[in-house]
């Protein structure tokens, strides 16, 4: 089992930015591919943007966020990072770290998830 720890999240004005951190308790990251993920109230939840295994050369984001927000992962301090610019009302939501041991996988059906954070965006 892998624990995911997140921390960030909160409230934030539109046009404003939050950056979201993402570590496996006691693994070491480079072995996994990582995810993002989000649900806003009344909707599924939605791949936002993941990261490959390793290196993370080969990156994933949802055409909602292109050009907004940017995965990137420091395996020296062991975290995942999400960094939102100009955010928009419709980016609120619950906030989803999430990894497996596959590209596949961490995209589709990861098998780790971190407990969710909140985002609030205000217009």
């Known amino acids: 089992q892998v624990q995911l720890d997140e921390s960030g999240g909160g409230s934030v004005q539109a046009g404003g930015s939050l950056r979201l951190a993402c570590s496996p308790s006691g693994r070491t990251l480079n072995l996994y591919a990582m995810a993002w993920f989000r649900q806003a109230p009344g909707k599924e939840r939605e791949l936002v943007a993941a990261?490959?295994?390793?290196?993370?050369?080969?990156?994933y984001y949802a055409d909602s966020v292109k050009d907004r927000f940017t995965i990137f992962r420091d395996n020296g301090k062991n975290t995942v990072e999400l960094q939102m610019t100009n955010l928009k009302p419709e980016d609120t939501g619950v906030y989803y770290c999430a990894a497996d041991f596959t590209w596949e996988g961490v995209r589709s059906k990861p098998d780790y998830w971190g407990q969710g954070t909140q985002v609030t965006v205000s217009s």
């Open positions: 990261s490959s295994r390793g290196g993370g050369r080969t990156t």
